[in-house]
């Protein structure tokens, strides 16, 4: 309201330290009060009724010491005054003097007092040798108190702040002039426009507070997509734009024999133990394989088969039957891929309704069209993006649940270079230019590779995937003939999601430890 009164009678203010502040008369001036004054300055500013420019200043306050010279006086002329004039009693010793003003201060005190001759030495005491001092110390300190400066300039301002009785301060002090709102009423604008204001005319005369374009709007509320499930519809765009069809992964729970026995991995694999597999109690065991199938299967391990020899070992049907939660997602790809056998066994199919895909990317086929050949073989391009289990010891990096993206390829002729190929095309959709290929082993693919990408932060090659070539001894026994060949590949959901939003311990993504405000903030993903 003063500066609002001020600028009306004045028109406009060049300096805010000439207001004198009701309650603060002594501190028109001082830090304090520029500071009172800027926050009216900035909230009048703000409704466009005043503006300012800020002056910097420089000004000097009091130390603790310097304001007790102000009141007190120097410590010289506390010694000078606590001695009595020469010959008008006795003198008095450093000792007594000490004990009469304060150590301190007497030792400092003296030392002055006889440089400026104020006191003499009168046998084993001190006396005063001058009839009246002038304490210019204490004069200053006063000027400064009150005026922040010394009129004598910046030399004895510099010898006061080495004997530490002043600090220098950065201030601030504004020029005010009318804005174009300018009203001597404070009054709060209004911020809404009522009924009220309409029906009885005052919004005519009402001040209205600014749009504020910059402000960020109430969060609205609503469902979140959890990142795991961003980078999975951004993964999933990459195998539909490719042409893929998205398999349908919902059994969580599956067979040992579509987990592993289809894909020809051993019944003795140590993947099968208990400690990495998580097996159901109840129910514990699932219906049997279709019986032909089955037989193949077992032949193909036990007596080998297709060019093989099998793995000669024994065959337990029990192992075959029992039920888990699938270890990878190539156990559906394996069920994917016996039904696309099943034309080729000569088994009848729907050509509508295959089974095969929930999603189709752009090779569908149209309406009734098996798109198979005289072999019953159609290609295809087959992905999936789900859960799967493993029995691990839990860390930063691992969890007993996480995703894998798989996909798969079959066609005739296919070879190792389409796979790599293929992968290369994928990757670089994905963000990641640079990958390499290292031979690995898997029991149901060879050749076998593992892919590792260069991971520009990190500065070194992670591995983000595995691959390879389905074994005949795999495919031949769903029916498919022997040039058809498929491909396959895997990587983790996680890691990819984790390197996106920056996240390095698992915990902060999945699991009860999982902010929901920061799955509600978490940014969109564009590969
Ligand atoms: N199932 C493999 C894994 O869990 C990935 C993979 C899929 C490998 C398809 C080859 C072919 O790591």
Known sequence: QLILDTLDKEGTIKDTRTLTLPGHKDLAASHDS???????????????????????????????????????????????????????????????????????????????????????????????????????????????????????????????????????????????????????????????????????????????????????????????????????????????????????????????????????????????EVQDTFYLSDPSTSLPPPKDYYDRVSTVHEHGGYGSTGYRAPWSEAETRKLLLRTHTTASSSAMLYKLAARCRGEEVDPNNDGLATHSGSTQRGKGDSGADATGFRPAKLFSIDRVFRNETMDATHLAEFHQVEGVVADRDLTLADLIGFMRVFFKKMGIENIRFKPAYNPYTEPSLEIFAFHPQLRKWVEVGNSGMFRPEMLEPMGFPKDVHVHGW????????????GINNIRTLVGHKVSIEGVEKSPAVRF
């Open 34 to 272: 520029q500071i009172i004054i800027l926050g009216a300055l900035n909230s009048l500013s703000s409704r466009d009724m005043i503006s300012y420019t800020t002056q910097e200043t420089i000004s000097h306050v009091l130390t603790p010491e310097g304001a007790s010279i102000a009141l007190n006086g120097s410590h010289e002329a506390r010694v000078w005054a606590a001695l009595p004039f020469k010959g008008e009693g006795d003198p008095v010793t450093p000792k007594d003097l000490e004990a009469k003003i304060g150590s301190e201060i007497a030792k400092v005190g003296q030392g002055r007092a006889f440089k400026s001759k104020w006191i003499g030495k009168e046998g084993n005491g001190l006396v005063k040798t001058v009839s009246s001092i002038e304490d210019v110390t204490q004069q200053e300190m006063r000027e400064i108190d009150s005026t922040g400066t010394l009129k004598s300039g910046e030399k004895a301002l510099a010898e006061l702040r080495k004997r530490k009785l002043i600090v220098q301060r950065k201030g601030q002090w504004f020029t005010v002039q009318k804005g174009p709102a300018f009203s001597t009423s404070t009054a709060k604008p209004e911020t809404d426009l009522t009924v009220d204001m309409i029906t009885s005319g005052s919004w005519k005369t009402s001040t209205y507070k600014k749009y504020n374009f910059e402000a960020e709007g109430i969060p609205t509320n609503g469902g979140a997509l959890h990142p795991l499930m961003k980078v999975r519809e951004e993964i999933r765009n990459i195998f539909l734009e490719m042409g893929f069809a998205e398999m349908p992964t919902g059994s969580f729970v599956e067979s040992g024999f579509w987990c592993f026995d289809s894909l020809f991995v051993p019944q003795q694999h140590p993947a099968r």
């Open 490 to 501: 895997g990587i983790g959901l996680e890691r990819p999601t984790m390197i996106r939003y």
